[in-house]
């Protein structure tokens, strides 16, 4: 006679490998995204070294700017 105990309990076990497997591969995914993805760590990293150097661009227009404004007035003044 057949014992469906324990088949019921083997497929049992089956579906919760199955469970298992399929979650670590979406973890995997997951992970894999977060790293190399359109919103990853190295494209944050990439963005703030461009916010860095943008940063420094405008704070070094903004001293040529009141350079060329000083030099502006002054030339301004002497005209008048």
Same mark, same amino acid.
């Given at each position: 006679?057949?014992? /469906?105990?324990?088949?019921?309990?083997? *497929?049992? !076990?089956? /579906?919760?490998?199955? +469970?298992?497997i399929?979650?670590?591969?979406?973890?995997?995914? #997951?992970? +894999? &995204?977060?790293m190399?993805?359109?919103?990853? !760590?190295? @494209?944050?990293?990439?963005?703030?070294?461009? *916010?860095k150097?943008?940063?420094?661009?405008?704070n070094?227009?903004?001293?040529? &700017?009141?350079?060329? @404004?000083?030099? #502006?007035?002054?030339?301004?003044?002497?005209?008048?």
């Open positions: 006679m057949i014992d /469906f105990d324990n088949v019921f309990h083997k *497929k049992r !076990f089956d /579906f919760k490998i199955l +469970i298992v399929a979650a670590s591969i979406l973890v995997g995914i #997951y992970i +894999i &995204n977060l190399f993805g359109e919103r990853s !760590f190295s @494209q944050m990293i990439e963005l703030q070294n461009t *916010k150097i943008l940063q420094q661009r405008v070094n227009l903004k001293k040529e &700017n009141e350079k060329l @404004q000083k030099e #502006y007035f002054e030339l301004k003044e002497l005209e008048g």
